[in-house]
């Protein structure tokens, strides 16, 4: 008897030491899909519980620090963590980093502005002209980066884009819908003057694995492995409903 539990106390101990775990940087404030929290060093949101499991899948373990976007990007282009979400894959990023094949998810790349200026719906040809903000350090369709005939100024984070819009600095601004729609809901002034007048693209993203860190490319091939799993086992489309659920946009 006393052997058998050596045993398995044996094995458990040689389970425990082969588990890897690794470091990954993720956005803090980018909700609903990662964003830090007030008392908690962990990142909240879809993303950090899609890569946890995605990972857990392939017997890894996570831990995340959580920066600023374009903290989070230059820890993993320096190679200090395995890799930083949540990115889109641009001409000026794409060889920059290792992308697994298959996106975290997709979110709509929207033009806001004030309501009262909607007379049809806003596209990218509208914009010509006009000046633009957007977030520093953030990546949006390439079509629309390279596009000279659009006036563009940043801001560091989504919110400072709502202030400068209300105050006229900007005709519009880019953010993703389902954030920018959260923002809107923590900015009681701004909720029933600025609203999503168009669409520029949809943007899938990314974990975006480090070059330089030597487990970059083998993580990126078991982040694939893991994602893989979650979508045939359905523990993927069963997150994505609770979370659509937990927000109310179903």
């Known amino acids: ?11 458990l101990a040689t389970s425990i030491a082969q588990a890897k775990t690794i470091v990954i940087a993720a956005e803090d404030d980018w909700p609903p899909y990662s964003y830090g929290r007030t008392g908690s060093n962990a990142p909240q949101g879809l993303t950090p519980l899609l890569v946890r499991e995605a990972f857990a899948s392939q017997d890894i373990n996570t831990r995340f620090v959580t920066v600023p976007f374009s903290q989070c990007l230059k820890m993993a282009e320096t190679g200090s963590v395995v890799g930083c979400f949540d990115v889109s894959i641009t001409a000026d990023n794409r060889s920059k980093y290792i992308w697994h094949r298959t996106p975290l998810f997709y979110e709509e790349a929207a033009i806001f502005g004030l309501v009262t200026d909607q007379s049809s719906t806003v596209t990218q040809a509208t914009l010509h002209g006009h000046t633009v903000g957007l977030t520093q350090g953030y990546t949006y369709p390439s079509s629309f980066t390279a596009d000279s005939d659009i006036r563009k100024i940043t801001a ?40 999503r ?7 899938a993203f990314w974990l975006a694995f480090s070059r330089r860190n030597p487990d970059g490319a083998s993580m990126a091939r078991k ?15 069963r997150i994505l409903n609770d979370f659509r659920q937990q927000l109310g946009v179903d």
């Open 1 to 11: 008897m006393i052997d058998r539990v050596l045993a398995l106390l044996l094995c």
């Open 156 to 195: 560091a984070k989504d919110e400072q884009l709502i202030d400068m819009l209300l105050a006229h600095q900007v005709d519009y601004i880019l953010m993703n819908t389902l954030p920018g729609l959260m923002q809107l809901n923590k900015n009681p002034p701004a909720r029933d003057k600025v609203g």
């Open 197 to 203: 007048l168009g669409v520029v693209g949809v943007d």
């Open 223 to 237: 982040f694939e492995a893991g994602l893989q799993t979650l979508h045939k086992n359905g523990r993927y489309q």
